[in-house]
């Protein structure tokens, strides 16, 4: 299992790991207990998984980090791995938060933009390739309404609806034209008309005002789906539809939820990630089932879990580590719904999967090599368990 993506890098060439397994039966999992020593009683607002890395806001804005830190992305001002969440600085104003593979980018309440972590490709956005153990300001505007964290680039968007992008740009990820890479934020074309953007490995997704879906990237498995394998280097829409409400962008595929709550998957299936109950990657999106009531979704590495009406959770795909919570280690090609009813968000990393419930309580599991469930421990996890 390769648990960083910068080697992918170094040679220019995606990987994708998968889990050889049968079964795609719909399974309800045990939940299970507060791990020793969690803490049980605090509350949560938001969660971001990176690569190896976990980040989250507490309602009362402090943001944790844990889990892997071999290049100082938990923003600790050292490198040390960490197994329970730590607080990063003593500030109480943080409002959002993304994880990369090996870097983090979070806004704080008067809307800068913060970065630090691993920044070989200027995906700090601070106009060098110097690593940052610390939260360090990107720029000195305080405009940033979105932020987003992708393999080993960023994008955020602006209070005035503009898009930016920067950091890794070998194959067009960054929408601004060739695959030259950024060191500071570059403005996407001169719409500023974006509503929503999601970041994967080497590809970018994003919605305009008028619910449009726009693609762009690396695209060899069809994540970008516009019917082809073909990389995109300035932002291309997918199909001619006006309805589009939500997008999550995985390792080499993509989901979409639509204004009519219909499911719609696309690009790399080697695991079951699209949800279609087979492995066919697919260049243009496909309705996953008939289900007209998803509400959110969400991409890892291989991976793929979304939310229905009625607070439930249903996860499919790869699942070698439990980072579909439903207690054993089979894949599956076709939702299957997580224990309990009352999920409120959901974020996936590579390998792992975390969410907070209605009662913002947080839950994670799955792969925990770098203690990224934040229980303690190191022990992967096949079910949800509380932090």
């Known amino acids: 299992m390769a648990r960083h993506r910068f080697m992918f890098l170094l040679s220019c060439i995606t990987v994708s790991l998968g889990v050889v397994a049968a079964g795609s039966t719909a399974t309800v999992a045990t939940m299970g207990a507060p791990a020793s020593g969690a803490s049980t009683g605090r509350v949560w607002m938001a969660i971001s998984g990176g690569s190896d890395q976990t980040c989250g806001i507490r309602t009362d804005h402090t943001l944790w980090c844990w889990g892997e830190n071999t290049f100082g992305q938990l923003g600790l001002g050292d490198k040390t791995d960490r197994n329970v969440p730590s607080q990063v600085g003593g500030g109480a104003d943080w409002a959002s938060i993304s994880t990369g593979s090996v870097h983090t980018c979070g806004t704080r309440t008067d809307h800068t933009?913060?970065?630090?972590?691993?920044?070989?490709?200027?995906?700090?956005?601070?106009g060098d390739r110097t690593e940052r153990l610390r939260p360090t300001q990107v720029g000195f505007?305080?405009?940033?309404?979105?932020?987003?964290?992708?393999?080993?680039?960023?994008?955020?968007?602006?209070?005035n609806h503009t898009l930016w992008c920067w950091g890794y740009n070998g194959f067009g990820a960054l929408g601004v034209g060739g695959v030259h890479n950024r060191g500071r934020p570059t403005q996407v074309g001169h719409l500023?008309?974006?509503?929503?953007?999601?970041?994967?490995?080497?590809?970018?997704?994003?919605?305009?005002?008028d619910r449009t879906l726009w693609c762009w990237g690396y695209d060899p498995d069809g994540q970008l789906g516009v019917g082809d394998r073909t990389d995109r280097h300035r932002p291309t829409q997918v199909g001619h539809g006006t309805a589009w409400a939500q997008v999550g962008t995985g390792e080499a595929h993509t989901c979409g939820v639509h204004a009519?709550?219909?499911?719609?998957?696309?690009?790399?299936?080697?695991?079951?990630?699209?949800?279609?109950?087979?492995t066919t990657r697919r260049l243009e999106p496909v309705q996953?089932?008939?289900?007209?009531?998803?509400?959110?979704?969400?991409?890892?590495?291989?991976?793929?879990?979304?939310?229905?009406?009625?607070?439930?959770?249903?996860?499919?795909?790869?699942?070698?580590?439990?980072?579909?919570?439903?207690?054993?280690?089979?894949?599956?090609?076709?939702?299957?719904?997580?224990?309990r009813t009352d999920w409120g968000r959901i974020i996936l990393g590579d390998f792992r999967t975390c969410g907070i419930r209605t009662n913002d309580t947080l839950w994670c599991w799955g792969y925990n090599s770098s203690g990224e469930l934040g229980l303690g421990d190191t022990t992967n996890r096949l079910v949800p368990n509380k932090v």
């Open 113 to 126: 933009l913060w970065c630090w972590g691993w920044n070989f490709s200027g995906q700090l956005g601070l």
């Open 141 to 159: 505007a305080s405009d940033w309404a979105q932020i987003s964290a992708g393999g080993y680039h960023s994008c955020g968007i602006r209070i």
């Open 192 to 209: 500023s008309d974006w509503a929503q953007i999601s970041l994967g490995g080497s590809h970018t997704c994003g919605i305009h005002l």
């Open 260 to 278: 009519n709550h219909t499911l719609w998957c696309w690009g790399a299936n080697r695991d079951g990630e699209l949800g279609l109950g087979n």
């Open 288 to 339: 996953v089932g008939r289900g007209t009531d998803w509400t959110r979704i969400s991409a890892g590495f291989s991976h793929t879990c979304g939310l229905r009406a009625h607070h439930t959770l249903w996860c499919w795909g790869s699942n070698g580590t439990g980072e579909l919570g439903l207690g054993d280690t089979t894949w599956r090609a076709q939702p299957a719904q997580v224990v």
